[in-house]
C-alpha cells in the first residue's frame, strides 16, 4: 500500500514516513502543496496524510483537487484546528478521517493499518452484487434478474471503475484517465460516451436506475435505485 504524507513540519513528516515505513508501507514525503501535487501526477496512492495549513495552499481545497483526480484514494486530515465546523468541512470533502494535533502515534498507526485493511478488503472484492444484478469482473459474466447479459472488456472496465466508486460524481476526465490506465491504451471521449451509452441500455431495463448524469460535471454509480 503507498501512502504520501503532505505535512510542512519537517520533524513530525519524518516521524510519520518512519514509523508508517516501520510498519511495511510504502511512503512518500511532501512538505508542500506542489512537491504533493507532482507526486499525484505521477502514481496513485492508497492514502494521503494531508495537513490542513500548508505553506502554499489550503489543505481543504487540496483535498477537494485530490478528489476530482483520484476518487478513490483515501485522505486522513491532520491539523490543529479542532473546531468543529472545520471537522464537517473535512469531511464533507471526502476526507475518510480527521486527527488533531498532537496525537499518539500509536493510536494513528492503528487508524492508518484499520482504513487501508477496509480498502484492501475493498479492492479484492471482484465482484459487484445487488437484488437485480451480478456481475463477475473477474471472470467476466454478469446477470440481470438471472439472465446472463454479455458485455465487451470495455464495459466491464467502465462498470468497474463506477461500481467500485459508489456515490461519487466521476468527471469525464477522470473516467478516461483510468479507463486509459487499466487499459495501457488511449480512451477517447467519443469511446467513452459510446461505452457508457451501451452500459445503461444493457443494466437500465425494467424499472432500476444505476447511473446518474450529473450535468456539467459527470456520472455518478447510484446502485440500483427503482424508477
Known amino acids: 500500500m503507498k501512502i504520501l504524507v503532505v ?14 515505513s516501520a510498519s511495511e508501507y510504502t511512503v512518500d514525503a511532501a512538505i508542500t502543496k506542489s512537491i504533493a501535487m507532482q507526486s499525484i501526477e505521477k502514481q496513485d496512492y492508497d492514502l494521503i496524510v494531508l495537513d490542513v495549513n500548508l505553506p502554499d495552499g489550503d489543505g481543504f481545497d487540496f483535498c477537494n483537487e485530490i478528489k476530482e483526480r483520484r476518487p478513490d ?13 472545520d471537522q464537517l468541512r473535512g469531511f464533507e470533502l471526502g476526507a475518510d478521517d480527521y486527527v488533531i494535533k498532537p496525537f499518539p502515534m500509536s493510536v494513528f498507526q ?33 446477470m440481470i434478474a438471472g439472465q446472463s447479459v454479455p458485455f465487451t472488456p470495455m464495459e466491464y472496465r467502465l462498470l468497474k471503475v463506477l461500481t467500485k ?10 473516467l478516461l484517465e483510468k479507463l486509459w490506465d487499466i487499459n495501457e491504451n488511449f ?11 451501451r452500459v445503461r441500455n444493457k443494466i437500465e431495463v425494467g424499472e432500476f436506475q444505476y447511473i446518474k448524469t450529473v450535468y456539467g460535471m459527470g456520472y455518478m454509480w447510484i446502485g440500483g435505485i427503482k424508477k
Open 165 to 174: 466508486n459508489p456515490q461519487r460524481v466521476l468527471t469525464r476526465q477522470v
Open 110 to 142: 492503528k487508524k492508518v493499518a484499520a482504513l487501508l485493511a477496509r480498502i484492501s478488503k475493498q479492492n479484492g472484492s471482484d465482484c459487484y452484487e445487488d437484488e437485480n444484478l451480478l456481475i463477475n469482473f473477474s471472470e467476466m459474466t454478469a
Open 187 to 197: 480512451v477517447d471521449e467519443h469511446t467513452l460516451t459510446s461505452a457508457m451509452s
Open 73 to 85: 484514494t483515501a485522505v486522513i486530515f491532520l491539523t490543529a484546528r479542532d473546531m468543529e465546523s
Open 7 to 20: 505535512e510542512d513540519d519537517r520533524l513530525l513528516n519524518n516521524t510519520l514516513c518512519y514509523n508508517l
